[in-house]
Nanobody, 122 residues
């Protein structure tokens, strides 16, 4: 099991960009499918993006074109590049890891880290 620590959030203005990072421990990071989820105030946690062990990417419709998920297996790090931030992107962002290595629409982790807060002002 990998341990994950999210970072990179902050308070930004609408239209600005951020890059979130997720540092993973463990030697098998490259084989995991990695996910980003987010939870906005008063809302359910939702899927944002995923990347498989082979590098294939998947996105929620609401973020396509503005969010880019990537991974650096040499650094055991997952990234989420966000451009053109909107107030509705305000949320706590969480990363997670699935050892199966492939994307599953039904994947919903039971355990979560602390996440990183993104706040977008208008």
């Amino acid at each position: 099991q990998v341990q994950l620590v999210e970072s990179g959030g902050g308070l930004v203005q609408a239209g600005e960009s951020l890059r979130l990072s997720c540092a993973a421990s463990g030697r098998t990071f490259s084989g995991y499918a990695m996910y980003w989820f987010r939870q906005a105030p008063g809302k359910e946690r939702e899927f944002v993006a995923a990347i498989t062990g082979s590098g294939r990417t998947y996105y929620a419709d609401s973020v396509k074109g503005r969010f880019t998920i990537s991974r650096d297996n040499a650094k055991n790090t997952l990234y989420l590049q966000i451009i053109s931030l909107k107030p509705e992107d305000t949320a706590v962002y969480y990363c997670n890891a699935d050892p199966r290595g492939y994307y599953s629409r039904s994947y919903y982790p039971e355990a979560w880290g602390q996440g990183t807060q993104v706040t977008v002002s208008s």
